[in-house]
T-cell receptor, first 113, second 113 residues
Framework: NAGVTQTPKFQVLKTGQSMTLQCAQD?????MYWYRQDPGMGLRLIYY???????DKGEVPNGYNVSRLNKREFSLRLESAAPSQTSVYFC????????????FGPGTRLTVT | AQSVTQLDSHVSVSEGTPVLLRCNYS??????LFWYVQHPNKGLQLLLK??????LVKGINGFEAEFKKSETSFHLTKPSAHMSDAAEYFC???????????FGTGTRLQVTL
């Protein structure tokens, strides 16, 4: 039982490049989330998916897109990376959208130069 | 609206002495409150949670927290610090759906010999 897994662990991009961050969970959870973590700011919600087939914007969605591929997988795409997107990205999941406890992956450290 | 304030960005204690990490919250509704821990270069792990049952909540690794509605506080304590407790700790509040998780800015706990 791996919980929430994320790939890659590290990534360096040049400004304007695109990439997709992958997330998968094996807990049969319905809801999944993408956060970014910046120094001194805690975690901020980018997008979430309350259930398979639905996605919604969080606090900081600009510059990102998401896809809920199936119940297990939720990907985050940067179409044209900017230095302001340098951050650590965390994926999380919960049993349902009204379940308040979330389980987090190990994170992806992204640097945009 | 909901918000979380972690009163100390950095706390340093000696091994074997008590730990106190302070958290105040603001919420329009009955909140659920969590403490998460993040070890260096790792994801977030749930330490404990309060969801309107007992006001004194026990978590993993000897940590506990007390919900005080009159003070709108949810401070994290441990009687005796261990070197392995050195990490960043996040206080989190939720008053609605899981998409409304609000993180504090974190407290870095340093444990010295």
């Amino acid at each position: 039982n791996a919980g929430v897994t994320q790939t890659p662990k590290f990534q360096v991009l040049k400004t304007g490049q695109s990439m997709t961050l992958q997330c998968a969970q094996d807990m049969n959870h319905n809801s999944m989330y993408w956060y970014r973590q910046d120094p001194g700011m805690g975690l901020r919600l980018i997008y979430y998916s309350a259930s398979e087939g639905t996605t919604d914007k969080g606090e900081v969605p600009n510059g990102y897109n998401v896809s809920r591929l199936n119940k297990r997988e939720f990907s985050l795409r940067l179409e044209s990376a900017a230095p302001s997107q340098t951050s650590v990205y965390f994926c999380a999941s919960s049993e349902a959208a009204d379940t308040r406890e979330q389980y987090f992956g190990p994170g992806t450290r992204l640097t945009v130069t | 609206a909901q918000s979380v304030t972690q009163l100390d960005s950095h706390v340093s204690v000696s091994e074997g002495t008590p730990v106190l990490l302070r958290c105040n919250y603001s919420s329009s509704y009955s909140p659920s409150l969590f403490w998460y821990v993040q070890h260096p270069n790792k994801g977030l792990q749930l330490l404990l949670k309060y969801t309107s049952a007992a006001t004194l909540v026990k978590g993993i690794n000897g940590f506990e927290a007390e919900f005080k509605k009159s003070e709108t506080s949810f401070h994290l304590t441990k009687p005796s610090a261990h070197m392995s407790d050195a990490a960043e700790y996040f206080c989190v509040v939720n008053t609605g759906t899981a998409s409304k998780l609000t993180f504090g800015t974190g407290t870095r706990l340093q444990v010295t010999l």
